[in-house]
């Protein structure tokens, strides 16, 4: 007998802390990727093209979402992610990366700390945007460019400007927000 599945989609970021249950699963689409779960602490941001997911603690698998009117696979392998390991995918170009991560940087916004290992930098402004209050851009020639830090959020930080300072990059006004641009 298969167990139950609860199946969710998800844009922007989630932290799930999922007790094991073999008899019931998890299944989230984001970004067009589909990430599935019987048990584990892990962390999952879809924003601006890009689908990040980090494991702390248990193991995820993740795979293109089948289309939706196809119920059968989507035709690639699963990958499955174990504590420490993260995978960040560019939807636009299905390029996808396996990093090493410290399971206590797994969902690290939730105190108030963005880490970044080698991110993409049109992913962590949009990251951003969500924490800022003000929408933060980054220009078309500097999009490409990767970020790897720590970056804190709060009532008083302003890590807008503190990743411009930190990239060699000016952080303009734009409308209502910031827009990162080549220094």
């Known amino acids: ?13 989630a932290w799930f802390d999922i007790r094991h249950d073999p008899a019931r699963a998890l299944s989230i ?41 196809d119920d059968g696979p989507a035709g690639a392998a699963p990958v499955t992610l174990g504590a420490g390991h993260s995978l960040a995918i560019d939807t636009r170009t299905n390029d996808a990366q396996m990093r090493a ?22 992913l962590v402004a949009a990251d951003l945007s969500r924490y800022g209050g003000k929408t933060v851009s980054v220009a078309p020639d500097v999009g490409a460019r990767r970020f790897s830090g720590i970056l804190a959020v709060g009532k008083d930080a302003n890590p807008a400007v503190e990743l411009g300072d930190l990239m060699g990059l000016r952080a303009v006004p734009d409308g209502a927000g910031l827009r990162l641009a080549a220094g």
Not at 3 to 11: M, N, P, Q
Not at 110 to 121: K, M
Request: aromatic content about 6%; glycine content about 14%; charged content about 15%.
């Open 1 to 13: 007998t298969r167990g139950a599945t609860t199946a969710i989609r998800l844009t922007g970021g």
């Open 29 to 69: 689409e984001a970004g067009g990727q589909r990430i599935s779960d019987i048990g584990t602490r892990f962390d999952i941001l879809s924003l601006a093209g890009h689908v990040y997911v980090a494991v702390a603690e248990g193991q995820v698998s993740v795979a293109p979402a089948p289309a939706p009117a």
């Open 101 to 122: 991560v410290a399971p206590g940087d797994v969902g690290s916004w939730r105190a108030g700390r963005l880490v970044y290992n080698d991110a993409p930098l049109a």
